[in-house]
């Protein structure tokens, strides 16, 4: 499960890294498809799910509880860089060998892609619910922190995490091509690092029942 928001995670803005060029929130997106030009319609409806669920998350993250303890600024900070990274080799990284396409152009994959981007963004939402002032983009422990077991947390240690690399992937199929796969290899980087940290930390916060809660759920 996620921990809760730390002070300054509530003042972050989501945000992706080009090069020496940092671009937050709605502008990030399309100040990229301004510089990589006019994108091909499923690039467009992937970016448009990305739209609606980073806004739902924007505007969730204003009810975290108070932090008690955070991870490293470095920590986060390295998080973040491997999470920019997933998203611009996602959607905007088409160059040379990595525009070939690994898929077929088909309309059937897109659809199977976008449903899939759907589905994973819709479990993200439900847990992002069920977590409420438990929710945190950093590694944290929150005043009176609740370990949380309903919802998606009946099946999932991550469900959050699980709807992310699913995006991830589903972008992936919709769009096709090289890049995008390079994007879902870095967000599972991403996640892989950050997952024992976060079990960590919840470990020192719950004791045995988190030990307990893993070995009842997947991933």
């Known amino acids: 499960m996620e921990p809760a928001t730390a002070p300054q995670d509530q003042k972050h803005r989501p945000a992706v890294q080009f090069g ?18 006019l994108p091909r319609w499923p690039v467009i409806a992937s970016v448009v799910l990305w739209f609606a ?3 739902y998350w924007n505007a969730a993250a204003k009810n975290a509880a108070p932090t008690q303890s955070s991870e490293s600024i470095a920590s986060r900070r390295a998080h973040v860089r491997l ?43 439900s847990a ?11 590694i944290t422990v929150a005043q009176d922190h609740q370990l949380v077991t309903t919802g998606p947390y009946r099946v999932f240690r991550h469900p959050i995490y699980v709807a992310m690399i699913g995006m991830f992937i589903g972008s992936a199929i919709a769009i ?24 960590q930390s919840l470990r020192g916060v719950f004791g045995p029942a988190y030990d307990d809660y893993r070995r009842s759920r997947w991933f």
């Open 176 to 199: 096709g091509k090289w890049h995008a796969l390079i994007g879902v290899a870095l967000i599972v980087i991403a996640y892989a690092r950050k997952i024992p940290l976060e079990e």
């Open 128 to 138: 992002r619910r069920h977590l409420g002032r438990n929710w945190s983009g950093a």
């Open 83 to 125: 999470l920019n990274a997933a998203f611009v080799s996602l959607l905007f990284l088409p160059v040379s060998v990595l525009g070939l396409r690994f898929l077929p152009d088909s309309l059937w994959l897109v659809a199977l892609g976008l449903g899939i981007q759907v589905a994973s963004g819709m479990l993200g939402v």
């Open 20 to 37: 020496a060029l940092r671009f937050e929130g709605v502008a990030a997106i399309v100040a990229l498809i301004a510089r990589r030009g």
């Open 53 to 55: 669920f980073i806004s």
